[in-house]
C-alpha cells in the first residue's frame, strides 16, 4: 500500500501549492491608472462610483455602496435597519465569526439557529422556532457558494416583520431561481477579502433596492455627513479606496470566466472522489447556480481509524492545500461562552435586554456535527487540473490507508 507522508512515504506534491490571487493587465492598468491620477480617496476619484454602479447591475439590485471590507458591510447592513441595544438577530452558527460579531457591534444579541445538513446553510424552521418580541432580523449566509432557501427566508421575514440580509460573502455571481444572491433580501452584504471569488484584498460592497436603506448605509461609512462637516446620524469612516475599486472592477468585468473555472475544477473534484464511500460530496439543487467559493467535504468519521483533525494534518503532509471552513462552531469560542463582548456583561446584560442567555454545547447540533468532520479544497481559478488531480491524489492515498476497511 502507498505509505502517507505523515507516516513516512513520499508526498503527493514536491513543493507546497500555495495559493495567491492573479490578476491581468488590465487590472494592473485600472490601479496604475488611480495612482497616476492621484486621486486614490473615494471622495476624490470616481472609479468607486462607477464600480458600484457595475456591480449592481450584475448583482441585479438598484444600489450598491462600496465599504472597506466585509466585515463592515454587515455591521453597516445591520445599523441601517436600526439594530441597536435589546435586539436580537438570528444567524448561522456554522459561518466566520463575523455573521455574529457584525450583530455584538450593535450592541445587539446573536441568536443562533442550526444548520440543514445537505449544504450546511441555515435551516428556516431552527429560525421560526428561535423567533421572539425582541427579534429584528435575520442574517442568511449562502455558504460556500451554495444559495440558501430564500423563499422559506421571505416568508419568515414577510410574517414575522423582521429585516432580512443575506451575507453574500462567499456567493457572488450565486443564483436562486434565477436571481442572484445579494438583490433577494433587504440589503447583501459582500466581501472582497483575498481569497473571495472576487478580490480587492480587503473590501466589500452593500447591495439593496431600497432608496430609504441605501441614502442611510450611504451615510452611515462617511461619519454621517450630509454636507462637509455637518453630520447627521453616528457613523464610521468604513469607505473603500479607489485602488480597491479599481481592483475590483477589473475582477467584475471577469467574474463570469473565474467562476466557470471554479466550477470545472468542483466537477473534477466530484467526479474523481464520488466513489469513496468515506466521504461525503456536496451536491446542487436544480434551481440553484453555486458558484464553489470552497469545496466541502465531510469525512465519515465512523468509517475511519482516524478523526478530522488528523486526517487533515495527512493531507497536508503531502503538500497539497486543504483547509477547515469551520472547525468549530462561531459559539464554542471564548467571546460567546464567557459573554465577553465589551466587557461588564455588555451588550448580554444591557437593560434594553432583561434576559438571561447562554451559548452552551447542543445548542446547534447539527453545525456542531459538521464542525467536528468537515474539511474543505480549493477552487481557485488559477489552479490547473495537475494542481486539482495532486489534491485528488492525496485524499485517495490518505483516505484509502485510514479507512477501517483497510484493516
Not at 454587515?74 to 455573521?99: K, Q
Not at 455574529?100 to 457591534?105: C, G, P, V, Y
Not at 466521504?279 to 436544480?286: E, F, N
Not at 456542531?368 to 485524499?395: H, N, Q
Request: glycine share 8%.
Amino acid at each position: 500500500m502507498n505509505l502517507p507522508a505523515i507516516e513516512g512515504g513520499t508526498p503527493v506534491r514536491e513543493k507546497p501549492l500555495e495559493a495567491w490571487p492573479v490578476f491581468t493587465d488590465e487590472e494592473k492598468e485600472l490601479v496604475l491608472k488611480v495612482l497616476n491620477e492621484g486621486r486614490i480617496s473615494s471622495t476624490a476619484g470616481t472609479i468607486t462610483r462607477t464600480f458600484e454602479a457595475e456591480f449592481s447591475r450584475f448583482i441585479g439590485s438598484k444600489y450598491a455602496v462600496a465599504v472597506f471590507n466585509g466585515t463592515a458591510s454587515l455591521h453597516t447592513a445591520l445599523a441601517a435597519i436600526g439594530v441597536g441595544p435589546g435586539d436580537e438577530v438570528i444567524t448561522t452558527p456554522f459561518s466566520f465569526v463575523a455573521s455574529a460579531t457584525s450583530i455584538l457591534h450593535q450592541n445587539a444579541i446573536p441568536i443562533f439557529g442550526d444548520i440543514e445538513m445537505e449544504h450546511y446553510n441555515l435551516d428556516p424552521e431552527s429560525v421560526r422556532e428561535r423567533i421572539t418580541e425582541k427579534t429584528k432580523a435575520v442574517i442568511v449566509v449562502h455558504l460556500a457558494g451554495h444559495p440558501a432557501e430564500m423563499d422559506e427566508f421571505k416568508k419568515i421575514a414577510k410574517e414575522y416583520g423582521l429585516y432580512l440580509i443575506e451575507d453574500c460573502a462567499q456567493a457572488i455571481g450565486s443564483e436562486y431561481r434565477g436571481s442572484k444572491v445579494g438583490s433577494l433580501g433587504d440589503l447583501g452584504a459582500f466581501s472582497f477579502y483575498q481569497s473571495k471569488n472576487l478580490t480587492t484584498g480587503e473590501g466589500g460592497m452593500v447591495t439593496t433596492s431600497s432608496n430609504e436603506l441605501w441614502e442611510k448605509v450611504r451615510l452611515l461609512i462617511d461619519h454621517g455627513q450630509t454636507d462637509k462637516y455637518y453630520h447627521k446620524i453616528l457613523g464610521w469612516n468604513y469607505r473603500m479606496t479607489e485602488l480597491q475599486a479599481a481592483l475590483g472592477l477589473g475582477q467584475l468585468r471577469r467574474i463570469d470566466k473565474l467562476n466557470r473555472r471554479r466550477e470545472e475544477i468542483a466537477r473534477i473534484y466530484s467526479e474523481e472522489l464520488g466513489d469513496i464511500h468515506e466521504l461525503k460530496l456536496p451536491t446542487v439543487k436544480d434551481y440553484v447556480k453555486h458558484t464553489w467559493h470552497i469545496y466541502q467535504v465531510l469525512l465519515k468519521t465512523e468509517k475511519m481509524r482516524i478523526g478530522r483533525d488528523f486526517f487533515i494534518k495527512a493531507l497536508r503532509a503531502e503538500n497539497v492545500l486543504v483547509q477547515v471552513a469551520y472547525p468549530r462552531v462561531i459559539y464554542d469560542n471564548p467571546l460567546f461562552r464567557k459573554l465577553n463582548g465589551y466587557g461588564k456583561g455588555c451588550p448580554w446584560a444591557c437593560p434594553f435586554y432583561g434576559k438571561k442567555l447562554s451559548y452552551h454545547k447542543g445548542l446547534a447540533p447539527n453545525a456542531e456535527y459538521v464542525a467536528e468532520r468537515i474539511f474543505t479544497l480549493p477552487t481557485f481559478p488559477f489552479m490547473g487540473d495537475d494542481d486539482v488531480m495532486d489534491i485528488v491524489k492525496a485524499i485517495k492515498k490518505v483516505t484509502r490507508y485510514y479507512s477501517k476497511r483497510t484493516i
